[in-house]
C-alpha cells in the first residue's frame, strides 16, 4: 500500500497570513440560512452592468477569428495607443504605447507580479496599513519581507516618511501606494506626491502607484495622477484599471503606465506565467476608453447618492462618519463602548450581522492599523443602503 503522503506547500505560501473574513462567512450563512435578510456592504464589486456599448464591441470582437489566438505579451498595440491617449486627455500625463503601457489581466494581476519581478528573498517592500491585502500577501510570496507603513487618521490617512524609520526606508526596494484609497477613501494632492517622489529618490525606492478609483471622485474633484508629478516617472509606475470605472469586474483587464524600464520587469514575469489579456477583450476596453464617457458620469451620480443615503443614515444612527471626496467606500469609526474587546472592528462587525443583518468589513482585515474602523460599500441599491441605516438607528450601542 502506498503511504499517504503529507503535501508540503511553498513557504511563501506557508507565510500568508490566514483568512479572515472565515468567522463573518459563516456567520453570514448561517444567518441567511435562518432566513435573515442580509444587506452585504462589505465587497466591493460594482453592482451595476457593463455600459451595453461595451458588452457589444466584446460580443463583436469574439467572433474575429484573430482575436482567437494567443495574444501578445505586452497588450495590443492598439488598447495601448488608447491607453496613451486616455492618460494624455483625462490626467494631462504623456506616455508612449510602445514601452511605457503595459496591458494587464486586471491591475491585481500586473501588482503580484511587481512583487515577483523586483523582490529577491529577504528584501523588503513598504506596504501601507491599512491597506488592499494584495500588496502584502504578494511580498509574502516573494518571500521578501513586508514592513507595514502606517496611514495614521491624524495624517489624513497618507504615510508620514518622517515618522518612518531610516534604515528601514533605506533597506527597502518598492513603495505601495493607493489613493483615492481603498479602504479609507482618503484622497492624495500633488504635494503628497512630491514627498513620495523625494522619498523615493532618497532611499532608491521604487514607486508601485495603485490607482484603481480615479475616476470614481464626487462633488467636482478631479483626481490626479501621480505620474503627473515632476520626476514621477523617473521613480515608479502606475496601475490603472477598467474594473471600477465601467463596472468591469469580472472582464480582467487593467494596465501599468509609467517607467519602461519598471514596466520591462513586470513584463518579464508575465510572458513566462500568463499569455496576455483575451484580445477580444482589449478590444472591448479600446471602446471603453476612447468611447462616450457620460456612462461613468452617470455611474459617479449613482455612488455619489448612494453615499449621502448612506452617510445621513449612519450620522443619524450616531456615527461619526465623513463624506468621502472618492472612492465607493465609507471607512467609519467604531463607536465607543467596544475599546475592551480584543477586536473592536471585529466585534462591532458581528453585532451589526448578528442584530442588523448587515455585513461589513472589520478594519482589522486590511492590517492591523485598520482596527478601531469598519468598511462599508455603496455597491448596494440606494433603497438597501437606506434600510442599513434604518436598521442601525435601531440598535443600542
Ligand atoms: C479593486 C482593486 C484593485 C483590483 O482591480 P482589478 O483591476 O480588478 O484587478 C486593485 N487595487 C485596489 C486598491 C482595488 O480596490
Known sequence: MLAKRAVQYAKGIRAL????????????????????????????????????????ALYHAAKDPENQRYPSYEGMLAFR?????????????????????????????????????????????????????????????????????????????????????KNV???????????????????????FFKAVIDFAQDNELIVLFDNPYSELIFDGYESPSFLAVKGAKEVGIEFNSLSKTYNMTGWRIGYAVGNADILKGIRMVKTNIDSGAFQAVQEA???????????????????????????????????????????????????RGFETAASPSIEFSMILLEQAGIVVTPGVGFGKHGEGFVRFTFCNSGERLAEAGARIQKLNF
Open 17 to 56: 497570513p490566514p483568512y479572515l473574513f472565515a468567522e463573518i462567512d459563516l456567520r453570514k450563512e448561517r444567518a441567511r440560512k435562518k432566513g435573515v435578510d442580509i444587506i452585504d456592504v462589505s465587497i466591493g464589486d460594482p453592482d451595476l452592468p457593463t455600459p451595453p456599448h461595451i458588452v457589444e
Open 81 to 165: 495607443e488608447a491607453v496613451a491617449a486616455w492618460y494624455q486627455r483625462t490626467k494631462q500625463v504623456t506616455v508612449s504605447p510602445e514601452d511605457e503601457v503595459l496591458t494587464l489581466i486586471g491591475s491585481k494581476e500586473g501588482l503580484a507580479h511587481a512583487a515577483f519581478a523586483f523582490l529577491e528573498p529577504g528584501d523588503h517592500a513598504l506596504v501601507p496599513d491599512p491597506a488592499y491585502p494584495v500588496y502584502h500577501n504578494a511580498t509574502i510570496m516573494a518571500n521578501a519581507v513586508p514592513h507595514a507603513v502606517p496611514l495614521p487618521e491624524d495624517h489624513d490617512f497618507k504615510p508620514d516618511f518622517d515618522r518612518l524609520d
Open 169 to 191: 526606508a533605506r533597506q527597502a526596494k518598492i513603495l505601495f501606494l493607493n489613493y483615492p484609497n481603498n479602504p479609507t477613501a482618503a484622497i492624495a494632492d500633488e504635494a
Open 285 to 335: 476596453g479600446i471602446v471603453a476608453l476612447s468611447g462616450p464617457q457620460d456612462c461613468v458620469s452617470q455611474n459617479v451620480a449613482i455612488y455619489q447618492r448612494r453615499r449621502d443615503i448612506l452617510v445621513e443614515g449612519l450620522r443619524a444612527a450616531g456615527l461619526d462618519v465623513e463624506k468621502p471626496h472618492a472612492t465607493f467606500y465609507l471607512w467609519v469609526k467604531v463607536p
